[in-house]
């Protein structure tokens, strides 16, 4: 079992940057590919970044180019920095594994970008 919690949320206008966090409670060496994930308002939760254990690294083609997952094995943390963002990044954002296990999800981390 995993606890994943989700942070650094928040509201930011068009064209801003937020640094989200996830901090997992155990190695997340061990629980191997870590996505960060949304969920907009009536929309379905969508993968939007992976990264492996070796470090690769794959993006959905809406935030290619803006979004970049990285991690710190030795803080058991994935970060999640997303830049020029876009009102259609509105969304709450969860981090888990990939593919994601049921019982991983967390409270997720609210993201508004204002227009």
């Known amino acids: 079992q995993v606890q994943l919690v989700e942070s650094g949320g928040g509201l930011v206008q068009t064209g801003g940057s937020l640094r989200l966090s996830c901090a997992a409670s155990?190695?997340?060496?061990?629980?191997?590919?870590m996505g960060w994930y949304r969920q907009a308002p009536g929309n379905q939760r969508e993968l939007v970044a992976r990264?492996?254990?070796?470090?690769?690294?794959n993006y959905a083609d809406s935030v290619k180019g803006r979004f970049t997952i990285s991690k710190d094995n030795a803080k058991n943390t994935v970060y999640l920095q997303m830049n020029f963002l876009k009102p259609e990044d509105t969304a709450v954002y969860y981090c888990?594994?990939?593919?994601?296990?049921?019982?991983?999800w967390g409270k997720g981390t609210l993201v508004t970008v204002s227009s």
């Open positions: 990264i492996g254990i070796a470090g690769t690294t």
């Open positions: 155990r190695s997340i060496f061990s629980i191997g590919v």
């Open positions: 888990n594994a990939f593919p994601s296990v049921a019982a991983y």
